[in-house]
């Protein structure tokens, strides 16, 4: 009776080494892809917004992100039916009350702030300065912003990050990939 034949080895393991570091690469490749799109993304989170207004218009609504920025909409001063706070009360378990100003006009409505703001005093010195211009909006100009981009900074950058330093690493398992390869085809002459 005859053992069964088990497959030859190589004599040593560099044909596989170049092999699992290049799968290894590609590996930290594909796993940056996610951290460096949703990064990016984070990063243009448009929470800066800016309500600039000439003297007798338009008023230009822009939100504005880390990376882009693009306009809202565009109204004349005649065009706003209501700038008001909108009041309501936060998702957490101690849910306290949270504010946020807002124009409504034909065109519909637009948060001035990008996150609820915990001080209404705040939301309401907002909604009064755009009050006043309206009162009089051809005396002068109005321009408020309010940036709420902190947080997707904080998340963007990291996620970014993390990104970049898989894909150098990957970059970095490349070359030792070819390094390992021309060993290789050395080695086999």
Known sequence: MSEPSSP?????????????????????LLLALPFLVLGLFMLDVKARIELRCEPGGPC???????????EATRFDPADVQSVRVERTRSARRESVPIFRPEVETAQGRFPLFHQWA??????????????????APQQGRLELSHDDRRDSLRVGASFTGVGVLLLL??????LRARAHRLAEHTASR
Do not use: C, H, M, N
């Open 8 to 28: 030859t080895l190589p004599p040593d393991d560099e044909p596989r080494r170049s092999r699992s570091t290049a799968i290894a690469a590609v590996a930290a």
């Open 60 to 70: 230009v609504l822009t939100q504005a992100g880390y990376l882009t920025r693009e």
């Open 118 to 135: 915990t001080e209404e005093s705040e939301a309401t010195a907002v909604v009064d300065q755009v009050k006043q211009y309206l009162a």
């Open 169 to 174: 690493f990957s970059g970095w398992l490349a």
